[in-house]
Structure formats: structure tokens, C-alpha cells
């Protein structure tokens, strides 16, 4: 990980953080819907993978899959 660095963690995982640099650290956890992280590794790249923006279609469709776990309001 670095500085700055996002990290979704599946339902139901046992974590724990240890800080292994000099530095301080911060920390924020967000409690989502239960299907949330399917949806936000639907929308995501993997780590190493090249990011390539979503068709509007290809976005209409993973928000209409994962519905019950995302609240969105267009701008």
C-alpha cells in the first residue's frame, strides 16, 4: 500500500493494521450495504491493471446489477 491508497474489503473479513513506517497514519472506515463491494469491484480495475473508463452503457448495467446495494443521484 502507499499513502493515499483505497482498500474495499469484502463482507464478513477480519482485518488488522499494523504501521510499519515512521510516519503517522490515518485511517477511515465506511459501513456499506450489504453488496456494495461487489459493486465497487465491478466498477474498478485491479491492482497492476490499466484503468479504462466505463461506457455509459457498461455503467448503466453494473449499476442496474447491483441496484439494491448503491443509492445514486445523477448530477
Known sequence: MHG???IFIPANTWIAVTNIGTDAISAVFIF????????MRAESARDGEKILPLSKAEDADIMKKHAHAVIY???
Open 32 to 39: 456499506s450495504a450489504p453488496g456494495f463491494e461487489d459493486f
Open 73 to 75: 443521484e445523477a448530477p
Open 4 to 6: 493515499g491508497a483505497t
